[in-house]
């Protein structure tokens, strides 16, 4: 059994090769050990090519797929396709902040067609050989989005790193605010919450919220705001996603993390709420320090949101 690629071998976070989530404690039970975080891109053809001489098919940045997200036919077991339209195209292969997770062959991320990311290209090929091969056509679907409606900030913090944040975004904006706390909250202790948000995350677990918000169907712009949890969003941040009807809403993202930015929580944002308009978001280093305020202000403003 050939092991998954190191970060000798491909560029990713290279602190979390695969499996690690499990064995974060002790990692001798490793194949791939952690390595280095490059943290940016680097030439193609850096490293070895893998068994069919394709070169950088993991990390270094995602690539665009021409299919959409949605369910495999079961009758198609060869190649399967997703849907030929829909509201987010798939992606795959990881990119330079990615975990090692991120990469396998059958991991599909998913985004609207003109969402642009720091870790997000595609690849050129040409066929092999002088066969003619079928055309595949495919549609986007319109998003119709609200835009008279009210602003709020929806938020999950732990720490207390994106509380901060949002609070500077209220203060910027003026717009309503609502923390999303579960019922049964995490352990203040932070290598027992690494472990807990990492069960959730592996069990897709919905805990239950505390409370709600009773008039959404009056905010057209949702500020959603969270930590970044092993390369993803915290499960809270799914069950406050599945409660409501985004459809016709805007989701802008904002993200509190220790290096990987955004991870992977903004596929799976656009997975949860398929039928809104996915927004730049804005990943913030930790509690985002003396630039935070600018920070959040170029972002409201790059958005159209209104600032005080």
Known sequence: ??????????????????????????????????????????????????????YDTHGNVNEWCFDFYGPYDPDDAADPAGPSSGTRHVYRGGGWNDFAKNMRSAYRAAGQAEMKSYNLGLRLVRNADDRSYETVSVRNEDLSVREDGKVLIAFFSWSGNTRGIAQEIQRQTGADLFEITPVHPYSSDYNTVLMEAQEDQHNQARLELSSSVENMEDYDTILLGYPNWWASI?????????????????????????GGRFGQSLTAIAKLAPEADLGEGLSVHYSGGSSLSGDVSAWLTGNGIAVK
């Open 234 to 258: 915290p499960m809270p941040i799914a069950s406050f996603l599945e409660e409501y009807d985004f459809s016709g809403k805007r989701i802008l993202p904002f993200c509190s993390h220790g």
């Open 1 to 54: 059994m050939v092991p998954s690629p190191d970060a000798d071998h491909a560029n990713f976070y290279g602190h979390y090769p695969y499996e690690i989530e499990e064995n974060y404690f002790d990692n001798s039970v490793l194949e791939s050990k952690p390595g280095t975080y490059r943290q940016t891109t680097v030439e193609t053809g850096s490293f070895e090519p893998n068994a069919w001489g394709l």
